[in-house]
């Protein structure tokens, strides 16, 4: 069973930032089958940032210079840290674990930890 626990979430305003957490246990943690994914009411849910391989990562248009995502392999975790938050920024953030790296869909999430920027 793999699962994938999530904290950091909370209210912040607008120019503040966060940390996320995601634990990963239940398999052999590898960092470029890990990601971050968001859900806003109304949207669809989206791809953040992920891992493309143990060197490179992708991040999406929108948070591009705000978001950075990384890992601590030796604990099975990864990390999306948020800076300058906008409230268009405020969703539901999902960890996510591919079970091949060259998949563009995850396989496993986690419950989801909810972001709110908002004055």
């Known amino acids: 069973q793999v699962q994938l626990v999530e904290a950091g979430g909370g209210l912040v305003q607008p120019g503040g930032s966060l940390r996320l957490s995601c634990a990963a246990s239940?398999?052999?943690?590898?960092?470029?089958?890990m990601g971050w994914y968001r859900q806003a009411p109304g949207k669809q849910r989206e791809l953040v940032a992920r891992?493309?391989?143990?060197?490179?990562?992708n991040y999406a248009d929108a948070v591009k210079g705000r978001f950075t995502i990384s890992s601590d392999n030796s604990k099975n975790t990864v990390f999306l840290q948020m800076n300058s938050l906008k409230p268009e920024d405020t969703a539901v953030y999902y960890c996510?674990?591919?079970?091949?790296?060259?998949?563009?869909?995850?396989?496993?999430w986690g419950r989801g930890t909810q972001v709110t920027v908002s004055s």
């Open positions: 996510a674990k591919y079970a091949n790296s060259a998949f563009l869909t995850p396989t496993y």
């Open positions: 239940g398999s052999i943690f590898s960092v470029n089958t």
């Open positions: 891992f493309t391989n143990v060197c490179s990562t």
